[in-house]
């Protein structure tokens, strides 16, 4: 598991559809985890789907906050992003949640003066260029 800040359309998009005001900040904070450690225990029924470019994005039916996303493709899911935002920790944030990279930079509305990684797309392993800002 990791995580990363993503400034693409979609999540500037599902940003400003969400009551979470942690949601607002023009980015996501999503947390990478492989599909096969995923479930959904309880709460099905209150997600709803909404299909945009090549992701599936279930979002919270009463608060439109992003839950996880998932890509269409099949050779593409094996991972999974879910929205660091609503993780309850009850306590400091675990340095596992400090995130390692910005992608899709290029589509950035906030400058970031970090020592990340800032992919133009996405990294390789991503299915991106592997190109960096
Ligand atoms: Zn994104």
Sequence with gaps: MFTQYCHCNKCREIASMSENSQDKAGYSHTAAYLT????IVTGENNLES????SARLMLCSTCKSLVYGISLDPAKQGGI?????????????????????HIWYANRIVDFND???????????????????
Excluded at 50 to 53: D, E, S
Excluded at 122 to 127: G, I, L, V, Y
Aim: glycine share 8%; net charge neutral; no cysteine.
């Design 36 to 39: 096969n450690n995923f479930n």
């Design 50 to 53: 909404l299909i945009r470019g």
């Design 81 to 101: 992003g879910i929205n660091a935002n609503n993780f309850d920790f009850h306590q400091d944030i675990p340095d596992s949640f400090k995130p390692v990279r």
């Design 115 to 133: 020592n990340l990684p800032k992919f133009k797309d996405a990294p390789k392993e991503q299915f991106g260029s592997g190109e960096l800002l």
